[in-house]
Antibody
């Protein structure tokens, strides 16, 4: 069974940076995508960024484009999200998600909370 | 971006009664999934590719639809079904979610 464990969340001031990590374990992954999805307090789900595990192609939500960078380390089986120029509006639980089939988003981590506040 | 519009947004249901949630999309997705999120928990996928049920999901849950109109059906609502249901499309990037439908017991 695939397991995803996020880390790196915390309290950060507006304008500062934070790097989230997601450690993956379990069966070897196919070349499907892995993503970050966030959920602001009391709100719905919002896709933030995604990356194809083998090819490395990426995509970003307009709300984070130019500020966030998604990357992966295949050898470490880890996913990252570098978040720069953080805003109060970026406050959310951030989930690491793995596709179990194209477009499936079948595997979810427990999430890590990012709070942006002065 | 593909827009997903769910209805209703609030769904009070009597135990044992059926319930349905609609999800309309602005483009046709092959990969239309349904998730359930209980309060304080991580979303869990119930249905993938419109109508395939995930392992361990009770057979009272079913998905249907085609084109731009999809639905999640619960044949007999149980107490553990409370929470928020989301549809999600994974065919077009960015992946997008519906607003969520909150199911509660009357």
């Amino acid at each position: 069974e695939v397991q995803l464990v996020e880390s790196g969340g915390g309290l950060v001031q507006p304008g500062r940076s934070l790097r989230l990590s997601c450690a993956a374990s379990g069966p070897k992954f196919k070349d499907y995508a892995t993503h970050w999805v966030r959920q602001k307090p009391g709100r719905g789900l919002e896709w933030v960024a995604g990356i194809f595990w083998e090819g490395g192609g990426t995509g970003y939500a307009d709300s984070v484009k130019g500020r966030f960078t998604i990357s992966r380390d295949k050898a470490q089986n880890s996913l990252y999200l570098q978040m720069n120029s953080l805003r109060v509006d970026d406050t959310a639980f951030y989930y690491c998600i793995r596709d179990d089939l194209p477009g499936g988003a079948g595997y979810w981590g427990q999430g890590t909370l990012v709070t942006v506040s002065s | 971006d593909v827009v997903l519009t769910q209805s209703p947004l609030s769904l009070p249901v009597t135990l044992g009664q059926p319930a349905s949630i609609s999800c309309r999309t602005s483009q046709s997705p092959e990969h239309l999934n349904w998730f359930h999120q209980r309060p304080g928990q991580v979303p869990r996928r119930l249905i993938y590719k419109v109508s395939d049920r995930d392992s361990g999901v009770p057979d009272r849950f079913s998905g249907s639809g085609s084109g731009t109109d999809f639905a999640l059906h619960i044949s007999r609502v149980e107490a553990e079904d409370v929470g928020v249901y989301y549809c999600m499309q994974g065919t077009h990037w960015p992946y997008t979610f519906g607003q969520g439908t909150k199911l509660e017991i009357k």
